[in-house]
């Protein structure tokens, strides 16, 4: 429903529950939310999607063209810099996957390069936003320019690590990050990160470390590691599906505060929640039937 609704809107017509702002060019195509947020959950249920299409046995081609659909919808429709590399990677993934293992490690390594460089050829948008992040890098480079997408990242991530060297072991505080770096940013601050208290680095790992310090980077690492363990004890389908949205899940934070941020932070813990009950309920395929039904309470 989500990926066709964006399909619709892409052909012109303005479903009556999109609750994107239609009036902001980047958002036009976004359902719910932000093209960022779309483009990062299409890219996981696209994994999602693909790996496990045999669960419908009656229609495995439909979970398949639906996954297609919403890659197709990221790279050709959407805008979003992130959700380009989320579908580069799902698909690399995918494809490696099926391939015999003593190749697997090259196609991880050349098949993105290839990818990228057909999009690359083919689409005017993923060039635009190559084009984008170069500029805007070298600009922050050479005049510090932090007004754009990609240097205010790069100026935020310095000052994220200038936060951290203050207090590395323990960190500053849960919810103390824009106080942390305004008060580094100085009187110009409110101008380059904004006013009040609410923003954020745009990369999770950043925000935990000044936050939380290096224990609470490491925390969220192992969570991390923690996912991919239990993710290998899971049957291959399963398996793939489950890493699969683990590695959009580090992408988008690397990027953006992904798990800080509440829609697309909920996605995730959701998905994950119900790709790890999934993969117990295959492994105990007896457990709610031998589990004892609560006993009823007589008064």
């Known amino acids: 429903f989500f990926i066709l609704s964006s399909w619709v809107m892409a052909l012109g017509y303005r479903v009556p529950w999109a609750t994107s702002n239609a009036l902001i060019p980047e958002y036009k195509y976004a359902v719910y939310s932000t093209y960022l947020d779309q483009t990062l959950i299409f890219s996981a249920v696209a994994a999602v999607l693909w790996h496990l299409r045999q669960q419908w046995p009656q229609a495995p081609w439909g979970a398949a063209l639906l996954a297609l659909l919403a890659v197709a919808n990221n790279l050709f429709v959407q805008v979003g810099k992130t959700g380009y590399l989320a579908s580069l990677m799902v698909i690399t993934l995918a494809v490696m996957w099926e391939i015999p293992k003593k190749w697997r490690v090259t196609a991880l390594l050349i098949f993105p390069m290839l990818l990228g460089g057909l999009m690359y050829a083919t689409s005017a948008k993923f060039q635009a936003k190559v084009a984008q992040v170069l500029t805007e890098s070298q600009s922050y480079s050479a005049k510090t320019d932090s007004a754009t997408s990609s240097g205010f990242r790069l100026h935020v991530w310095r000052r994220s690590l200038q936060a951290m060297a203050e207090q590395p072991l323990i960190g500053h505080g849960v919810g103390s ?123």
Not at 195 to 210: A, D, I, K, M
Not at 220 to 244: G, K, N, T, Y
Not at 268 to 297: D, E, I, M, Y
Request: net charge negative; with cysteine.
């Open 177 to 299: 990050w824009t106080q942390s770096v305004k008060r580094i940013e100085g009187a110009h601050a409110d101008t380059v990160i904004g006013e009040g208290l609410s923003s954020n680095p745009h990369q999770e790992f950043l925000l935990w470390g000044v936050e939380l310090g290096l224990g609470g980077t490491l925390l969220l690492m192992l969570l991390v590691a923690a996912l991919i363990r239990d993710a290998w004890q899971f049957e291959p389908p399963l398996q793939r599906a489950l890493m699969s949205v683990v590695a959009v899940m580090v992408l988008a934070c690397s990027f953006n505060s992904s798990l800080y941020d509440a829609l697309i932070g909920d996605f995730f813990c959701v998905t994950l929640g119900l790709l790890l009950a999934l993969g117990v309920r295959h492994q105990n395929p007896a457990w709610l039937s031998t589990t004892s039904a609560p006993q009823k309470v007589c008064t």
